[in-house]
Nanobody, 114 residues
Framework: QVQLEESGGGLVQAGGSLRLSCVVS????????MGWYRQAPGKQREFIAR???????LHDRSVKGRFTISRDNAVNTVYLQMNDLKAEDTAIYYC????????WGQGTQVTVSS
């Protein structure tokens, strides 16, 4: 059974940075396209970024230039480097495969104070 474990969230001031990690177990990670998503209070979960098995990256316009997705197949982990954080980035952040490979994990809370 595939499991996802997100970490790295926290409380940060506007303009600050965080690096999120997502460890994937129970799958052939290196062959899977992966994505990051977020869900703000009272809103639906939304797509942020994806990275293909070969390393091609795509970022949503809302985070382009500030966030960077990456992966390390040696440790079955996908990362999200978040710079210049804004209050509107406050949300719970999740990872999953594209297409979805597992039930959604607990996510990691990111809170940006203005």
């Amino acid at each position: 059974q595939v499991q996802l474990e997100e970490s790295g969230g926290g409380l940060v001031q506007a303009g600050g940075s965080l690096r999120l990690s997502c460890v994937v177990s129970g799958s052939a990670f290196s062959t899977i396209d992966m994505g990051w998503y977020r869900q703000a209070p009272g809103k639906q979960r939304e797509f942020i970024a994806r990275i293909s098995s070969s390393g091609f990256r795509l970022h949503d316009r809302s985070v382009k230039g500030r966030f960077t997705i990456s992966r390390d197949n040696a440790v079955n982990t996908v990362y999200l480097q978040m710079n210049d954080l804004k209050a509107e980035d406050t949300a719970i952040y999740y990872c999953n495969g594209i297409p979805q490979i597992a039930n959604w994990g607990q996510g990691t809370q990111v809170t940006v104070s203005s």
